[in-house]
Each structure stands twice: as C-alpha cells, then as structure tokens.
C-alpha cells in the first residue's frame, strides 16, 4: 500500500465531546462522552474508532492497531473456532464481552444470543483491526454504510474517506461494493483502516475476473474470490444463494423485474446453463471457508422487489424459503448468518416480512435494504425509506442498509454518504425506542431537557449531528450570546412557551401540586390567593427577557 | 395592499408537466399532467394554483380570481350556510363536487363524510379565492406548511413568496403563524392569492394586540380578532380552548413543560386569574362567529408532549377528553370541526393518539404535528418526524403538518418550506398507498415502470420533486444522451442487473411461462434446448450497452 492516492481524512473529536474508553478485562471500550454544562455527561455508542481521539490515528499506511490479535480465545470446538461454536458450547469470548460493554447489557445475554443465532458477530480472524459489535434484534439497532467505487466514477482515496466519514457519523459496519478498477487494492486500505466490520458482495469480484460476463463465471473463480477476500478480513459476505433456477422465471412479469446486482448475475447464470445456481450446489463447501475465518453469510434476497407494485410476492417468498433451508446448513457448520432483506415495500406490507422471516429462517438477524415506502420521490429517498426502516426494525429487524439521497439516480458524494448514515441512525434510534431499548431514551431525555432550559450548547452536543444544529441556528440567530439566550427565533424574545412552561412549573412546586387531586385540593381551597401570588411572581412570565452572557 | 414589498414569485409550470383542467359542472378542476414518451400521461393532485399554468397568475396586488363566487349555493339551513349543515341536509354543494372530482370519487362519499363530521370542507365564505379541498381519513392524507413572519425575521413579501413555493410542491393548505409586526397585512397579501385553504392562530394576534402579556387577554380582544380574520377569509383556525385551569399543574413536572405557543398563553392566563378559559366558557359564542363564514375548528393541543418522555401523558388526553366535548358542541352550531394532535412520540405509542382521538372525538379529522419519533436529531427533524407521520396517517390521520430541517433551530428558508413539504408528501403518500386509497399507486407504477425502462425523462417528471431528481442524477452523468442512457452510474455502462431482468422477461415471453406450474414444465421437458437458445439470444446481457440518444 502506498498513501499517494490518499489524500486526507477527516479525524478529531466530534464537537462537544471526547473519546472515553471504558476499560474492561484488559479491553478499552470506546464511547462518545458528552459533556454537559450542567457538569453532568452522557456517554453514547461510539463506531468511529481512532480517528476521533483527541490525538487521532492517521497513519493509514500502518493501518490501525490489531486489538484483537492480543486478546485470549478460547480453544475450538469441534473443529471450529467460531463466535456461534464458542456461544453454543457456553464459552464467552472477548468479543462478547467487549459488546456487553458497549451495549450495556449482561455478557450472558449476548452470549445466549449468538447461540441461538439470533445474534451475529461479524468478526473474521484476519481483521483484526476491528472494533467487535453485535447484530440481533435483542441489542440496539444497527446501520450499514454501502461504499465502493464503480466503472463510472470515483476512487481508491475517495472510498477510503468515505470509510471513515461513515463510521465517524455512525455507520456499525461497511459493506466495500466496488466494482471497478482497483477492488482487492481499494479493499486493502479500506480493511486495515476499518474500525467496524467490513462486507462484501464477493460476486461482484468474480464478475470483473471474468469480463462482466456472468454465464463466464465458474465456482472455482468464485471460491477463489472468496478465498482472496477472506483472506484481507472481510467479516461478513453477502451470497446469493436462493437465487434457484426455477425461482428466476417469476420475476419475468414483474414491474421492475430483479433489481439486485448479484441476483441478476445470478439469474442470467441460471438460465445460460440451466443449471441450478451453483452458489446452492456448493454451499456446503462455501460454508466451510467460512468456517475457517469466522466469516458471516449475509444470505442476499436476489429476488427482493425493486417497487411498490412487486412487493412481497410469489419470487421474493420463494427466495426466502430457500434462505430458510441454507440458514439450517451453515449454522450446521457452525458458521454466523444473517438474511438480507428488501427493498421496495409499502408500510402495510412491512410486519408481513419480519414475520416470515423469522419463522423460514430460525430468527436468524435480519438486514434490510430501507424498505422504500414509496417509489415516487427519487432524490429523497432516504427519507422514503427510513419511514420503512424505522418500521420494520421495530418489527424486529437487527440491522438496516442505508439509503442516501442518490439511491436511484447515482452514486453518493461524501454530503450523502452522511445525510444517509445520519438519517439511518435516526430510523436505528426511533425502534430501539419503540423497542425499550435499555438506555435508549436517556439520550432523549438528557437532549430534551436542555431544549427546555435553554442549554443550547448542549442540545447541540447531544444530537446526532452538532455540526449542522449548530449551523442551522446560527443561519437565524448567529451572534454567541444567542447560544445562550432564554429564547429562540421562532418566538423570538419577547414571548416564550418555554419560560411560560417554567413558570408553571416553579408555581406547582411552591404550592407541592403532584397528581390531579393535589390540585384539585388546591382549586376548591385557595383559588383567589394563588392567583394574587402567581401575578406578583409572574411579571417575568411576559416581559422581555434579556440574552444571557 | 401595494406591491411594493412583494418582490417575485416563483410560476410557470413544473418539470415535465403542465397543468390541465377538468371542466366540470362549469367548475374548472385543476390537476398537474405528466406527458410521458410513451405517449401516455399521468393526472396527478394539484394544489399549486393559477401559478403554474402555462400563462401564469401573476398580478398580486389583483389577487386570484374569485371562483366560488359564481357558483351556486345552497340555501341556508335552519339559518346555516355551513358544508356540514348542508351535508347533513342531504344537500350537494360545488365544493362538494369539486372535491369529487379532484380526488377520484363518488359525490356522495364527500357529501356522507361531511356530514359524518369524519370530513372538512375548510372554506371561509370570505376566500372564495380558493380551489376546495377536503380533509378526512376516507380520503388522500393532506399537507399543511407554517408560514409566518416573527419577531427576529421576516417580511411580508417572503411570506407570500413562500405561500406559492408550497403549493408549488404540494401544500394542502397554510398556515399563517405571524406574530411580529404587519400581522394583518401579511395575512392580506396571503389570503387574497392562496388558492388553498388558510389557517390561523388567532390568539397570536390578540397576543400583539396586548403587547405580549397574555395576563392582558379578554374574551372581547379575542372576539374581536377572530372576527377580522374572519372578515379576511381565514379557513380554519386553532383555538386552544381544551387548556382548562385545572390541568396546567399536569405539565409540571414534564420533561419540556407546556410547548405549545398557544397552550402557554391560555395556561398563562388561567394561572394568573384563577379563572377557567375565557375560550371554553365563551365557546358557544365562538361557534356562532364560526358559522357565519363556515370557518372549521382546528381545536389546538395547547397541552402536547414536547419530547418522548412527556408523550401520551395525563395532560395530554385530559385535553384531548375536553375536545371532545367540544367537538360535540361545535358541530351542533353547525360548524367544522377537526382535532390537532402530537408532536413527539415514540412509535410505539402512535396508533393509542389515533384511537382515542376517534373515541374521543366523534372521529373528527385528526390534525397532527409529526409526531417526532424521536428527539435526538435536531436539524433533521423533518426526517424524525415523517416517520411518525406516516404511520399516524396510516392509523387514520386526515392531515399532517410539516416539519422543517430548522424545526427547534430556527424560522424555515425557502429552502427548508420545500423540504418540508416534499417530505412531508412522501409521509402522506405512503399513508395513501398503506391504505389502499384508490390511485394513489398509479403514480408509484408509472414511476417504476419508467425506471425498470430507463426512460430517465419520465422518471424524474412522475417525481415528487423533478428538479433535484435530475440535478442529482446530472452530478454524476451530466450529459444529455445519458438521460436516455440504457444504464446508470451505479453499474456503469457494463453490467446492469435491470438489463438482465428484461431479458429474463423476455424468455419467459418467449416461452410462455406464467405460473410455477409453467416453469416446472418447462424445467423438466427442454431444459437444454432452452437453455442453447438463451445463450444464443442473451449475449447482448453482457456486452457494453451504448448510450442511446
């Protein structure tokens, strides 16, 4: 690897606040500390790794530190040195311990998790650079960045940025979907550099090996490809195995027919041979490269629909049956899968999902593509699918592929890479919400409770993005001492809710008013009095209040 | 009014489409039509008004036409003028017809709802300026967009400019939220050039009126204003009259207290006079002003959460139980009724404010703010909330009021409106698709139809929002051939898995397959004769494909 092509990347401490590493077995776990100017702080899940330490890591040529590399694993089992064989046999290991920490959560928890498979930790031996993390509907929701260059545009520097501009802002995992010129090379950097797990859709490789022609390509130039990518660290691999023969013919009358990339390969190899795919035949042989690394499947949903109007038929069911079926053999070989998910689904349609996939698929993790709610707003259509993201991962969805504004129209610059990875973390956020997720409305409340007290500093530090609050209320009130003013420019400062809010609230406790009898009490008794105390107190209520400091 | 201070506005038609009237009952019905390359079109909702005609609206200082004005109406019933008394008197009014037409319906299915109460004709009989439409559940969900200029910033001439950019984009209806200088004036400019229906907050006024000091309110003073809004034409108006003295000690010991601009002020002067409302105990007059120009309720929720931990508290149904009998009370004056709701709620607490809104109120419109699904995202507050918009609207909200990206940061730019608007479109358009309301998929096949087909043109006019579809999609492919391009930039020109799918499709043309039953026949009687024939048919899956054009 040389850094010529790479130019700079961004690093420092996200504003208003620090790295903090919880120290755990001989393990630093890292979190997002918020400081608060009420002297309290706010610790948050951090997915950024080095880059944001207040003195970051920018030596890309070195890579980052290999942690996992000095920690102690247990011996395998049977052959397999896997988290689900570790899991299943009631070993812990240090990875599930790390992810205790950062999620909050018993160790057993996770544990027991992985070992009904209801949880996956992407975590393949060669990358050990990696931070661990969790995926399953039992912990918070995660979101994956899709990076990667193409045959029309972008580069090696360019991904490597997009890499760490993704995790800086939240993005739990990579998935590398390069096409073009430079794969292993551009995958390289991305590994050695990457403080979360990396994806690949291997397929997309091997078709580059073989001139873009899918009926050229064999399983011995697949297997070879993902020997080669197993081999640089990729932790989980997206396969299109359902994609049967006789599977690919239902998708013909289809509005949008098959949309996915691998599944098109897929299908177009099916019928050139017709043969069944051959990524079905030699499951069992994938299963134990697999094996060998600790790699996840991703099993991929080739058929999933690419519209409203194709959503949850008879193609995208019939794949996921077969999903279904190589879940049992992979897990037989003691390997981690999750199942890929659609798409374009309209709300109605959505639960229908989560809940077949659970019951085809032994409730093994699944990982969404948005749904789209809606195929009419190209240009938004993160929004249109972080509407269907919030909702199917409150159904029980462990992780969500993001969807930036170009999604349909072209490849995402840097500014949608974040708009998409922020937009996920709040549809991610919303279910763990919905879900009761442990700790999940602590950062809620602690944001809301400074909006209310006017901490503006610290509503800003606890959002999900402080640099574009801050820029939006500074379009209005620009001056420093707004920042700190008893009033925003929707009322401006001569009247306020909020203030008004306060002083109800001061009146409550001066007369210890609890619960509605309380103040029913109150009301019969002292109606007149309270109401000449409350006018002699309240002048402040509606006079103008002076920006502080 | 002069024109001096209104500088420009935007008008002509938008990308792709022009707008095409429905000639009806001597009613002209306007909708936007997409001319597609196939040679087909789509008629699609529009509430843009006279500026998006091919020879525009222009003169401000003239005002729009006055179209309602030469229709026929009605008689009085029982001495009401009102839609509902009308509804209800088995009596079809224009507007009714009108409404019909625009959306796709029977007459007799607006005229019921009307008269049900479960639906609103908001139209004053002072803006008969405006084009009628209709919000309730068994019709497409609505979009209302704030304007309004404040204390801090703003001027008449950006509001009004900002009046026409949302019902460029979509807005169902307006609302007027002034509260600085010019209230009146402002509100002039906009009432006579809106062609959808306006909504205000009347106590903001009254509020100016006292100088800021709600202690100051009289019944008189509010009386008075809302009958020179009424005298303007203002459609529909909040009136915060559920904020009863004795639940304004319930918002105590909220996380953010009371939010409400208009709840503050009530509970203000509830506390400082130790008197119950002077909106509840003068109700019944209110009701009479109301009836005189068929303004409709929007009875506000002065008491609405303001963060998730305050969400579906005892506050906010107490309110929610008096608007009920409010409700009752409006509608047996005759008067239009519908029900303002949250505001932030996680999404598992959503579908609870829908049903007890219904049971509570008669099933009257429900009116809703967002909700925000979460608080942790200030600057992207239009995304948190359109999650929960969707799904509230989907549980059976009539009408959603937008949320900007500057939502607790700042006053909404031109920008931000347009934003909000087309985001808060796509929340109401998947509601309309979830509840299978009649053609509201048409526009999302039309779509897909045009992407699976790369006819790019067609793609970006069907979209919510042409203009940044195709500003989006020129970042990456500007040049023009490449709008007719049989690829896009996230494949490039050598693969493309929807280039494979209409191959696929056209196999199974060839062969007839229809059914599973088909294919397996197939499968077992010529697999390689078919498969040969694939092979031979199906190079052009993987050769380069030229940009055509």
Excluded at 277 to 299: A, G, K, Q, V
Excluded at 372 to 380: N, R, S
Excluded at 394 to 419: F, I, N, S, W
């Amino acid at each position: 690897m040389t850094t010529d092509s790479v130019t700079s990347i961004t690093t420092g401490p996200i504003r208003g606040s620090h790295k903090h590493l919880h120290e755990v077995d001989g393990m630093s776990v890292p979190f997002r500390r918020v400081e608060l100017s009420t002297g309290d702080h706010l610790d948050v899940y951090d997915t950024s790794g080095p880059y944001t330490a207040d003195v970051p890591h920018t030596d890309l040529d070195a890579g980052l530190p290999a942690i996992r590399d000095t920690w102690e694993h247990p011996d395998p089992v049977d052959g397999a040195s896997t988290q689900l064989a570790w899991a299943r046999a009631g070993l812990v290991t240090p990875e599930m311990r790390y992810i205790a920490t950062r999620e909050g959560v018993d160790v057993e928890l996770v544990r027991s998790e992985v070992a009904r498979g209801r949880a996956v930790i992407p975590a393949n031996h060669r990358h050990p650079e990696s931070e661990p993390m969790i995926i399953g509907k039992a912990f918070a929701v995660k979101v994956n960045a899709n990076i990667g260059n193409s045959a029309v545009t972008s580069s090696v520097a360019e991904e490597v940025e997009k890499m760490v501009w993704a995790t800086r802002w939240g993005a739990d995992t990579i998935m590398d979907l390069s096409t073009g010129d430079d794969i292993h090379l551009t995958r390289e950097w991305i590994m050695r550099n990457s403080p979360v797990p990396v994806g690949t859709v291997p397929i997309y490789q091997a078709l580059e090996k073989c001139k873009g022609d899918p009926t050229a390509l064999t399983w011995e130039m697949y297997r070879d490809t993902v020997i080669e990518q197993a081999e640089q660290g990729v932790d989980y691999m997206t396969v299109h195995a359902g994609v049967l023969l006789r599977y690919v013919p239902l998708a013909a009358h289809r509005v949008t027919g098959i949309v996915s990339r691998g599944g098109s390969i897929m299908a177009a190899w099916c019928l050139a041979h017709h043969q069944e795919s051959f990524l079905y035949t030699h499951f069992s042989e994938l299963c134990e490269i697999f094996r060998r690394y600790d790699i996840t499947f991703s099993l991929g949903d080739g058929l999933r629909p690419g519209s409203i109007a194709d959503a949850n038929d008879e193609a995208q069911f019939a794949e996921l049956r077969t999903l279904g079926e190589l879940t049992t053999i992979a897990k037989s070989h003691g390997v981690q899968v999750m199942i890929e998910g659609p798409g374009h689904i309209p709300m109605h349609k959505i639960v229908e999902n989560v809940r077949l996939e659970e019951e085809l698929c032994e409730e093994a993790p699944f990982y969404t593509l948005g749904p789209l709610a809606t195929d009419i707003a190209p240009a938004y259509d993160h929004i249109t699918s972080a509407i269907g993201a919030a909702m199917i991962a409150q159904a029980g969805t462990a992780m969500l592929c993001y969807v930036t504004p170009k999604e349909h129209l072209g490849l995402p610059d840097r500014d949608d890479v974040k708009v998409g990875v922020i937009t996920y973390k709040i549809a991610a956020h919303a279910a763990d919400l919905a879900k009761n997720h442990p700790r999940a409305q602590e950062r809620d409340d602690a944001l809301s409770r400074a909006r209310f007290e006017f901490r503006w500093n610290d509503q800003f530090n606890l959002a999900l993005d402080p640099d574009t609050a801050v820029a939006y209320h500074d379009q209005t009130l620009p001056a420093e001492p707004a920042k700190t003013a008893h009033f925003c420019s929707m009322c401006g400062p001569k009247f306020c809710s909020m203030r008004i809010s306060a002083d109800v609230r001061a009146f409550a406790e001066d007369n210890d008013l609890r619960t509605q009898a309380d103040i029913d009490a109150m009301l019969a008794r002292e109606m007149d009095r309270k109401s000449e105390e409350f006018v002699a107190s309240g002048k402040n209520v509606y006079l103008p209040i002076e920006p502080v400091g």
